[in-house]
């Protein structure tokens, strides 16, 4: 599940990348999941290249039954060590070179000097490459053995330019080669088309270059060992463009196919903790460098160990300069909060002080209540008498009450309906009655049973409080336009609208909320009832608001 979960992640970037996705942070996040989860399973990756090396060894004890059955699984292996342990590689291919001396067999001779003096190369031992390499008479080679004899002095120029620090006549002498293996590489390979996409760039023709690595990409599997050349090729090729988030996307690639194939020689992994390093994220430039120096090591490719010497010195003494910082900073941080706790102490003597003379005032305060009582006393004898005054407005208080009452009592009716509604869906949920929860929620019936009793309570409340509402209301009415009610019915919907105006409710939006109705239809009553009206159209609803209001004061 693991390795299905990175494959999906890992391919979601390919295709943002391809298809030009504008969001470059999120990528990155992305890529630099996934990056992180090689490197978290690594050891996994290196285990799989081991028994892949394992199971081509275990050929050779078979007792292979020929010299060149041999031959060509020391080939094999030389290549699965190449760039995973060099040493190992030189071994096996000494073997293929004693085979083919042996048996004086011209072109395994020729390309088994060819495969040992680059790894010759790779492991820092260049005067021995060059002497491999000017032993071959390379004026008698086919055109493929040429190609490949330009490639390993080719790669013996750059390793060397590496080692030596950029050595000028090392750079000259690797640029010359560029030229060399242009005239005699098939031009079909993917090799020659990497090297035409190198060139162009280092003849600053960034735009060419980048548009010949993207063709590469297109046609390239991703994950194969071509596919990390050309992404780190695309990568440098960004660098002088001034772009280091594509430049960074396409090294993590490059980084990723590397870790994913056990590949140890792995540029792209230094770079990216070079850019994690000018970024001051110097835990993950730490960790990235941890790894290639690991790499570099168990591999004894000696340029890339030498290459990334300086910098790994100098992100150590970065990473332990930062450290210092940050102890520095929380030796600060100590002070300070050892400074708020003393003022915190201070503080809080202050407020005990303050607590004791408030006590104090507290009884000053008491002596001043029991005067207040006396005055208070006096008071209450008058007050009776104005109590007496209020008694007609406490009754229309009281009748006030009983409807607030009623009113709390109904909302907590609803509340044991809606916990009893809520019960019975819970069990219905819980034992699987899923069609009769679905029924049940499906069905408006209790919804309009609970509104049926929410209107006569409003119209048995409402006339309470203006029982005269309907008569007032049929007075403001033509003779052959009053409203005559059902015997069931308190109100109708014309009237409930017209006794939450009284109410002193004129927002048609609350009143279409409360009557389960269209603001349309609201506004097509009122205006019905209007034109209904004996009085003038205007002053109709103005004529409403005052029914009752005579009651009210007596």
């Known amino acids: 599940m693991k390795r299905t979960a990175f494959f999906i992640l890992f391919a979601c970037c390919w295709v943002s990348i391809f298809s030009q996705t504008p969001d470059t942070g999120t990528l990155l996040r992305q890529l630099s999941d996934s990056l992180n989860y090689c490197i978290k399973h690594r050891q996994e990756y290196i285990n799989k290249k081991e028994t892949r090396i394992r199971t081509i060894k275990h050929r050779l004890t078979n007792k292979p039954q020929d010299d060149w059955q041999r031959y060509e699984i020391y080939d094999q292996l030389s290549k699965e060590y190449q760039k995973f342990n060099v040493d190992s590689a030189i ?10 001396t042996l048996h004086h067999k011209s072109t395994e001779l ?49 390793y060397y330019s590496i080692s030596s620090r950029d050595n000028a006549y090392a750079k000259k002498q690797f640029a010359l080669y560029d030229d060399s293996l242009i005239h005699v590489m098939d031009h079909s390979s993917i090799s020659y088309k990497i090297l035409q996409a190198n060139i162009a760039g280092n003849k600053k023709q960034y735009l060419e270059a980048e548009k010949k690595f993207k063709e590469l990409l297109a046609d390239e599997e991703i994950g194969s060992a071509h596919y990390a050349m050309i992404t780190c090729g695309l990568a440098f090729n960004y660098m002088p463009l001034n772009q280091p988030d594509q430049a960074q996307i396409y090294f993590t690639l490059s980084a990723i196919t590397d870790l994913r194939n056990a590949t140890r020689e792995n540029m792209s992994l230094q770079i990216l903790a070079m850019m994690e390093f000018q970024n001051k994220n110097l835990e993950l430039a730490s960790t990235y460098a941890q790894i290639a120096v690991e790499d570099a090591v168990a591999s004894g490719i000696h340029f890339r160990t030498s290459q990334i010497y300086q910098f790994y010195t100098d992100l150590n003494a970065q990473y332990k300069q930062e450290e210092t910082k940050q102890k520095a900073k929380l030796r600060t941080s100590l002070i300070v909060i050892s400074c708020i706790s003393f003022c915190l102490i201070l503080l809080a003597i202050y407020i005990v002080l303050q607590i004791r003379r408030i006590s104090r005032i507290k009884e000053t305060l008491s002596q001043s209540n029991e005067q207040l009582r006396e005055l208070n006393n006096r008071l209450n004898l008058m007050n009776e008498e104005l109590n007496h005054k209020n008694e007609e407005l406490h009754e229309i208080g009281n009748i006030k009450e009983k409807y607030i009452a009623q009113f709390f009592d109904l909302c907590s009716s609803y509340i044991s309906k809606m916990e009893n509604y809520q019960n019975q869906l819970y069990k219905l949920a819980i034992n699987h009655h899923y069609e009769m929860l679905v029924k049940r929620l499906k069905s408006t019936s209790q919804i309009d049973e609970e509104l049926e009793a929410l209107y006569k309570h409003f119209d048995s ?86 029914i009752g209001k005579a009651d009210t004061h007596k």
Request: net charge positive.
């Open 91 to 100: 071994h096996y291919a000494e073997k293929k070179l004693e085979l083919s």
């Open 110 to 158: 020729t390309r088994s000097k060819i495969d040992l003096s680059l790894l010759c190369s790779m492991r820092g031992r260049y005067l021995e490459a060059e002497k491999i390499l000017q032993s071959i008479n390379s004026s008698s080679l086919d055109k493929n053995l040429r190609a490949e004899y330009y490639s390993a002095y080719h790669q013996f120029w750059e």
């Open 461 to 546: 409340i409402f006339l309470s409080l203006y029982p005269t509402f309907i008569e007032e209301f049929n007075a403001l009415l033509s003779e052959n336009e009053k409203i005559t009610l059902k015997s069931e019915h308190l109100l109708n919907k014309e009237l409930r609208i017209y006794a939450l105006l009284r109410l002193g409710l004129v927002d048609s939006n609350k009143m279409a909320s409360f009557l389960r109705c269209s603001i349309s239809t609201i506004y097509n009553y009122r205006t019905k009832m209007r034109n209904k009206s004996r009085i003038e159209r205007d002053d109709f609803e103005n004529q409403v608001m005052q």
